[in-house]
């Protein structure tokens, strides 16, 4: 069974072709392997998924909520706006389990619009900002906090 989602919103499955300047130079496979590995070294077992659909996004946050797993969400463009995912992800942690909310960019040093999260309420925390380490660094704070709660 994976023990952790990282979930990835809208256009990040062209990571490394979209906005070099601001998403990095390594693709959506570099992701991947990158999250297998990091949940390698901590024993877990890491999934990694990315869509453009919102209510695939809902469906698979549904089934981590169902399976018990914790998860890493970077919802990307629905960071804004989707209420629905905002709602969806607010099941992960009243049902006990991680949710820490990913952005690869600084929101806050972007345009006005990316400053404001509808599910970084609902996040047991925000990592955003540093690159691909954002996910690593997540991954780190999950297997911190399984850890704690043993």
Do not use: C
Request: aromatic letters at 8%.
């Amino acid at each position: 069974m994976t023990d952790v989602l990282i979930l990835n919103g809208p256009n990040l499955g062209r990571l490394g072709v979209r906005e070099p300047d601001v998403y990095g130079s390594l693709s959506y496979a570099d992701l991947v392997e990158r999250g297998q590995q990091w949940g390698s070294a901590h024993g877990l077992s890491v999934e990694v998924l990315q869509t453009d659909s919102e209510s695939q996004m809902i469906a698979w946050i549904h089934q981590a909520v169902d399976a018990g797993q914790d998860v890493v969400l970077n919802p990307a463009a629905f960071t804004h706006f989707s209420y629905a995912i905002r709602d969806a992800a607010a099941m992960i942690t009243k049902g006990g389990r991680f949710l820490i909310e990913v952005h690869i960019s600084n929101p806050y040093a972007r345009e006005e619009f990316r400053h404001m999260s509808v599910v970084g309420p609902v996040a047991t925390g925000t990592i955003a900002g540093f690159g691909f380490d954002s996910y690593r660094l997540a991954v780190d704070a999950i297997a911190s906090l399984r850890a704690s709660k043993a």
